[in-house]
């Protein structure tokens, strides 16, 4: 079975989109056929080749217009976030509130999109050449979405493709399709260009197909398995590929106890532990082990897990029984090797509450891989060096967080760790979306965020004189 394979049957006639909730069905889309992807890349070339003469100004207006649209409807989407993907109402406003804010900044960015000049008398016969630097679109973006964040994820690639003045085709997850459709249509209504951004349906074969169609790159979001298939499909044009993390919170002994535990409540059952940076494994030093696990227990506890439409809920279920499945089979097999389960546990459907494990071994299933669900796995440590080895042996290297005010311990973690970013009294969900978000090693290649995505998918062109 290839990695894409699972994501969804490709002969439907519709995909039905399930509440992960209840079951209900929130709305259908229709699989698109190859020879549809390709005809979508088609016409994206020629709206992109008429586009690529716009000016920053006009492409800041279409990038505010849609955001201004976005808002007018926030509620809407933000219900229909929360259906498809069954995260809770609050956590649906705030990705409608982000996706306005990453449009916005990439209208922003598109001002800024300068070149520089070089001298060239470094070099024989060049004292009185120049070399003159910009950046030109590349053209067609292919943009490929995973289901945790469906509108703001997709508008990182949208809104600096735009603002670079390129095309995009864009495919969701078939899991949860409905709000990137939505986007699509408020593009149309907003004003932009026919054509310039479409958004196609279904799943590993019209993620492959997208990926072999004539786009000229190609920005993906999801797993390393399905990244590595994309990529081989893809051939030799460029990928930026965020492939997930299995990132730590380190705790030393003089950090802030409550804090550091609101944290981690706070990034590890967003939306039920379904996010790339989600706080995966947690670090604490053995001097204050005992008495913060306690305290994330006691928080753990107090979590309200439920219907996801319900404002007093904070966390709902993961996205469908298969995924539950998963996390109850690594929850179960880290028991098997001696871990501790302190709250919570294997689920009932797709309904996973909120788990804390102890003494997890680092060579279990849990531990060493991403695991999406909202499971806290414990580890004591006694000096940061061996922590930070520990974590560099793993195959993501996506984000990490460390909670300390020891100026030199912070140095070291900042300089040690093997990851894409550090964040400091902060866990490793934090971003920022003008900033560069990515990792090393099996977490991806390139980086998303505003102001560097941007030039990723531009072109370097030198004119010397």
Known sequence: MSPLSQLVR???????ILSPYDGRLVGQVSPTSTRAIVEAVTRAQRAQAEFAFSTPAERRRLLDALA????????????????????????????????????????????????????????????????????????????????????????HKLGPAIAAGNAVVAKPSPKAPLAAQRLAELAIETGFPADLFQVVHGGASQAIALARAPIDLLSFTGGPAAGLALKNAAGLIRCLMELGGNDPLFVMPDADIEAATRTVIAQRYEIAGQSCAAIKKLYLHADIHEWMLEAVVEAAKAVRHGDPLDPATQMGPVIDALAAEQVGAR????????????????????????TVLADVSPDCELFARETFGPVISVRRFDDAETAIAEVNAGEHGLQAGVFSNDHAVLKRFARDLHVGGVMINEGPDFRAEHVPFGGIKGSGLGREGVRIALREMSETKVVID
């Open 331 to 354: 929850i179960s097999a880290a028991l098997d090797q001696g871990a501790r389960l302190l709250l919570g546990g294997p689920g009932n459907g797709t309904m996973v509450a909120p």
């Open 68 to 155: 201004s649209a976005i808002a007018q409807e926030a509620e809407p989407l933000a219900q229909l976030i929360c259906a498809e993907v069954g995260k809770t109402i609050a956590e649906a406003r705030n990705e409608v509130r982000r996706a306005q804010n990453t449009l916005r900044l990439s209208g922003d960015a598109a001002t800024f999109l300068d070149g520089e000049v070089l001298h060239c008398g470094i070099v024989a016969g060049g004292a009185n050449r120049q070399a003159v630097i910009t950046y030109e679109p590349v053209g067609v973006v292919g943009a490929i979405t995973p289901f945790n964040y469906p509108l703001n994820l997709l508008c």
């Open 10 to 16: 490709s002969d439907l006639e519709y995909i039905d």
